[in-house]
């Protein structure tokens, strides 16, 4: 058994739990992106920081892959920690301009446009990876993965053409944070065939 | 508390942070869940998947001695995986834990008040509690690997599979027709023309199999049976001299079959002297030696309808071009292909086809050239000029089959073969592990044109899915998939109706090609999609852990649930569920009185479950499937199309609307469709009011209850069903009219006379013709008729009170 405290709430957790988990369970929310409970946590996202005090010092941490320690002192929303998720949802909305779920994420922390450069107005995708574990780890097809690096990284499948290897469950679709994968899954998948007559395929 | 039934059911609400608790009334629904009988245990989780919440999963499930868990969250597409493998400790197996999604299909998509949604997660739960109660949980089967792998068919994929094997430490037995592996490599330009440079390297390979302790050869005729299931096969082949049959036991068997090669025909001058194919240049160069003189390669697979081949003459011709020039330094070698296709060499060829001298000369596709005698005429593609070729050879592009031989093969191992295809067997679209052998045990060009090196890659790869399995299966560690389907021995009849409209080629008979004979399902094969189950005339087929009586049990608690304007759905987890999951995860609010039950294929759904569904209370049914031609089971979508046209049928007989039940599809990527589907339908099911449940439709839903699960309208319907081997639905029936028009026929008269049977069961006196005609409320003629086919058949009895016949059923 573990004791610590989060925004002030004393709270226990058993070894093995992340920060993360331990809120959720103690009712304190905490916005996440690329966190989904099918999968393991990656820390891609960063939305999920919270603050750990220790006297006067503190440390930013991603609460989805911390794991609770005794007499921890965190708090998941404090000046400290919404001024970096401001900064993030900026950056997010000068990448992914298009997503609809980033700017409602952004417009309740009050972020409503950005100092960024925006490349692409139509881009949707924050690169988060969630969609290529689910398929990895969930469906166990590893039809998709990013592909390329750096500002050429993307989300697709080899040689972003549709495969085989992918089976149209959709998971990816579903569990997509910022709705990106949609426009990209005919992609992966192929369009379904189309019958026009007797042995026409 | 214990339901009488042997299971304890525990049911889990999710609160899902901000996603379900406030909007549903979750203590309210933990409250009237925990009042029902049925229901062992109810909690309220904050979040059931997290680290913190399985624990508590696992807790209580172990403390209440619970055996079967409804998680009320999400998406069971994504998360039951999971909640599976963490209750697996806790004793409960796959098919025992199921999961409502009350965020995406309740909570998120309608704008109702907390008890209302509440209300409507209780009827779906309710459903599922009572899926689970039907439940008969089954051992987990495990796989036996007996004996050697058997390599047959006489490709030469069988040389590099028995590598694979060999190196792996698995023992096989190559099935050859020859015992010489010379005379192999001496016609193997038949099959594969211009790899004589590979040929080295499968010398090699030969070599390697010659030598090695683990392959025996034997040297047999055709191959001509092939019974058993993975892991224990029997195969018969005839004796090459004349012989009795020779059995042998195999654990698996790998199919090598080469394709064949066929000239062209005389409209490219092919004369099979100066014009000539790949296969006959070979052969001249094997016997007479490299011509001397011009020798022009057309590469004429555009003209000849197969675009797609060109690559793989293409790279042929190059090979048999080095070669000869290599070789003779007095031919010139032309390459003629067109213009569409690029050349298919790779920087280093292109600067030996350079050194070589060899000319690669481009036309313009859009003419087609013309071969006169020494002179191919083609038109150039940049200056668009007509120009000629001169040659002394003319040497074409062959054309690709099967052949004979791969297709005898093929017969006896029941791989499909559609006319103008290869064996290429269609691949269900479904996650990995749903097949228990994801590798195809095909390899070789039959399967589809391939060169040497691809055709030993399959060889190599089909072999190594094989050993992967032999070395679990050595482990103990090879289960089958849990959700297959199994045969009832006792209850087959051997039709085969099964075995002809399954994609997956599971279903076997138990022995012997032909006859009534029962037939099995090999676990390893089956992907668990369940049409054939729904097809079985007599309920032979079941499908392990997601039978048909469990989909009745749902379907029943939930129908009986249900307000007069709701809607009872059936989702396809790749396409109406997951549609129904995505509008929920993007937020769109839809109708609400739609009641969506999951299944992993809609053509599982027997027509007793949707009869069932009208039966005990449902006033619309809605099927969604997959997009058309898109069923991840192949056929699932126009099986359904087929059994939703009987109710529909049956619905008219009754004298309800027609349009209470429909089929329709969605893609998971268009939640908006879905919408509309469901709108459309449920708003139409609200105008055309509910069933009057008076005794005497209650009456009829009984008949039509029974006339589904009718042998005889269960054969002509599974006649009716598409096979893997017709192009489109509905498959090349008889005439469309005249098939409907028996059908209806069949119907009506087993609709009368299961309603007679209902009527003298129910009432055990013997009833007069006219009481019974009144009491059905139909003319007499058509009860005395299935009244005197009753007697003949013996179902009925008649005696004669006063001088009147009076009928009653016997025991």
Redesign the interface.
Known sequence: MLNLTIDGKKVE??P???L???A????I?IPTLCF???VEPFGACRMCVVELKQGDRSRLVASCVYPAEEGLEVYTSSEKVNNVRRWILEMLLSECPASKEIQALAAEYGVTSTRFAVHNPDEQCILCGLCSR?CAQ????SAISTVGRGVHKQVGAPYLTPT?A??????C???CPT?AM?SR??AVRGL????L???A? | MDNGNGCKIGVFLCECGRRIAPLVDLKGLQAKLAADPEVAYAAIEPFTCLTPGLATLRQAVSDNGLTRVVVAGCEARILLKKLENELVPAGLEEGQVDMVNLRDHVAQVSDLSPEEKAAKGFKLIKSAVSGLQALTPTVHEKVEFKGPVMVLGGGIATYSAAQELSRRGIDSVLAVSTDEWEDEIRMLHEHYPGERHYYGRLQEIMKEVDASPHIRRITVGELTSLTGRTGNYQVTFSDPLGGPPRMYEASAAIACLDGQMLNQGSNFGHDGRNVICHTEAEEMMWTLGVPEGKVLFWINDYEAGHPEYAYLSSRAAWSMARYMRSRSPLTQVTILYNHQMSIPLSTGERAASRQLGIAWVPYDGSLRPTVQTGYVTYCDPVSHVESEMPWDKLILSPRRSVGHEALKVAAVLGLEHVEGHFLEQHKQRVRPEMVGRAETILAGSARYPCDLHEALRQGRRAAAGVAEMAAKAARGELYAPRMICVVDASKCIGCGLCKEICDCGGIEPVEGPGGNIPRHVDPMVCTGGGTCAAACPYHALTQLNNTTAQREARVAALAKELAADEVLAFGCAWGGLAAADNAGVKGLKYDPRLYMLRVSCIGQLDPSVMARAFLEGANGLLLIGCPPEDCHHSYGLDHTWSRVNLLKKLLALCGFDRRRIALAHADLNEPEEYIRTVEAFVSQVAELGPIERSQENLEKLRGLYSTVNNARVRWVLGASLRRPWEDVYPGNQRNALIFDRDFMGVLSEEFIRARVANLLSSEHRPFQLSELAAALKEDEAPVMESLREMVGEGIIGRMHKDGVAHYVLRS
Do not use: I, M
Request: charged fraction near 25%.
């Open positions: 957790a058993q093995g739990w992340t993360l988990d331990t959720r369970q103690y009712g929310e989904h409970e099918a689910v969930v469906v166990k097809a085989d992918c089976v149209a469950c959709g998971c679709v579903t569990v709705g949609r899954f005919d379904p065939k189309v019958v007559a007797h042995g395929r």
